[in-house]
């Protein structure tokens, strides 16, 4: 079983930046696509970031020229560098893998980081 785990949360000032780290218990080409969601208390989970097994990137409007998403293959890592971060910003990051062959389709998370954006 793939596993996913996340590391890099904690508490940071409104402005601040923050940097989010996922790593694959197997080889990220594993996975179709990987990417960030975010869910804060008592609000649905939502997409933050994607990035495809090809490097195309896909970001939620809010986040756009704030978040960046990125692997390191080597590692088995994705990666979220969160820059001019918003008390919005608070909420529970989950890592996300998607597999997708042809008999089958997978959906793999990670446990969660919190991230809490107050001064």
């Known amino acids: 079983q793939v596993q996913l785990v996340e590391s890099g949360g904690g508490l940071v000032q409104p402005g601040g930046s923050l940097t989010l780290s996922c790593e694959a218990s197997?080889?990220?080409?594993?996975?179709?696509?990987m990417g960030w969601y975010r869910q804060a208390r008592g609000k649905q989970r939502e997409l933050v970031a994607i990035?495809?097994?090809?490097?195309?990137?896909t970001y939620e409007d809010s986040v756009k020229g704030r978040f960046t998403i990125s692997r390191d293959n080597a590692k088995n890592t994705v990666y979220l560098q969160m820059n001019s971060v918003k008390p919005e910003d608070t909420a529970v990051y989950y890592c996300h893998g998607f597999t997708e062959r042809l008999t089958y389709q997978r959906d793999y998370w990670g446990q969660g980081t919190q991230v809490t954006v107050s001064s």
């Open positions: 197997a080889s990220i080409f594993t996975f179709n696509h």
């Open positions: 990035i495809s097994s090809g490097g195309v990137t």
